[in-house]
C-alpha cells in the first residue's frame, strides 16, 4: 500500500521509529484487546495477518510465540489443520491487574491536596527532588516522611521539569497517535490494527507511569489521557469486532465477544 495513501501510516511509522517493535508484547497486547474477550484463543493466521498489517512479518512473529511459549505466557493448540494460542494460568494470572488498570473508566483527576512524600510507596508520585515526590493526598499509599496541603504555587517553568523525558515523550506520542486517529473512517482489519496500536501505546504509558491531574500535564500531552483513548478505542470498536468476527479458508471466525468488552472503559453500573 502507498505510505501516503494508508491511513495507518503514521500510527505505524511512530511504531518503528522507537527502535525495533518488541513483537511478543505486541502479542500480549492483542491478547488483551482482542483475544480475552472472544473465548480466550486465537488462530497464528489470524494473529499474523493483524500484526502483518502494521509490518511484523511471519519469521518475527514465530519467535516471539515461541519465546512467550518458553516463558510460560502462552500455551499453543491444534484444532483441525489450524494451530491456535491461547493464554496459559500463569500468563492470565499476571494479565488480569493490568487489564484492569488498561481499561479502567475515565474520570477527572481533580486533587485540591497534595503531599510531599519522602520514599516509600509514594514513589508512585511526581519526583521533585532525590527520594521526593509530589502525590495526590489521596493516593498516598506509604511514605517515610509525608507533609500535605495545598498546591499554592507552580509555576510553568518548574512544572515543565518535573516529569522525566520519557514519560513527556510518551505522552507526546499518544498524542500525535490521537491526532492521526481523529475522523479516520478505517475498514475492519484497519480498526483491528489501529486498535490495537493505540492500546499498545496507551499500555505501556499506563502501566509505567503514573496518571496526572491536567495541572501537572505538559502542554503536548492530551488534556484528558484516560478519556481520549477511551474515546478513540470506542470509535474504532464496531469496525475492529466486524474484522474479529469475520473469517475465511486460512482463518476461522471468532466467537462472539462476551459482556466484558462492553465493560472497557466504562464506569461500573
Known amino acids: 500500500m502507498d505510505a501516503q495513501a494508508d491511513p495507518l501510516a503514521p500510527l505505524i511509522e511512530a511504531l518503528h521509529a522507537e527502535g525495533r517493535p518488541r513483537i511478543w508484547s ?20 489470524r494473529l499474523q495477518r493483524l500484526l502483518g498489517r502494521v509490518g511484523v512479518e511471519p519469521g518475527a512473529l514465530r519467535t516471539a510465540l515461541s519465546r512467550l511459549r518458553r516463558d510460560g ?5 491444534r484444532e483441525g489443520r489450524f494451530s491456535l494460542y491461547r493464554l496459559s494460568a500463569s500468563g492470565l494470572a499476571r494479565f488480569a491487574p493490568a487489564t484492569e488498570r488498561i481499561y479502567a473508566p475515565p474520570q ?57 523525558q520519557a514519560h513527556r515523550a510518551a505522552l507526546a506520542a499518544l498524542a500525535a497517535d490521537l491526532a492521526a486517529l481523529d475522523g479516520a473512517a478505517l475498514g475492519p482489519l484497519d480498526a483491528a490494527a489501529a486498535r490495537t496500536l493505540l492500546i499498545h501505546r496507551w499500555r505501556r504509558l499506563v502501566l509505567r507511569w503514573p496518571e496526572l491531574p491536567p495541572e501537572l500535564l505538559p502542554p503536548e500531552a492530551p488534556r484528558d489521557p484516560r478519556g481520549a483513548v477511551a474515546a478513540a478505542w470506542r470509535a474504532l470498536t ?25 465493560r472497557r472503559f466504562a464506569a461500573a453500573g
Open 108 to 164: 477527572p483527576l481533580v486533587a485540591t491536596r497534595w503531599t510531599l512524600a519522602l520514599g516509600g510507596d509514594a514513589a508512585q508520585g511526581i519526583p521533585v527532588a532525590p527520594n521526593l515526590w509530589l502525590v495526590p493526598q489521596a493516593q498516598v499509599a506509604g511514605a517515610d516522611l509525608a507533609v500535605s496541603g495545598t498546591l499554592s504555587a507552580l509555576s510553568p517553568d518548574f512544572a515543565a521539569t518535573l516529569l522525566p
Open 238 to 262: 464496531p469496525q475492529a469486532e466486524a474484522w474479529l468476527d469475520a473469517g475465511d479458508a486460512r482463518m476461522p471466525p471468532m466467537p462472539p465477544a462476551g459482556p466484558e468488552l462492553g
Open 73 to 77: 505466557w502462552v500455551v499453543g493448540e
Open 26 to 45: 505486541l502479542v500480549i497486547t492483542v491478547f488483551g484487546d482482542s483475544v480475552q474477550p472472544r473465548g480466550g484463543r486465537i488462530a497464528t493466521t
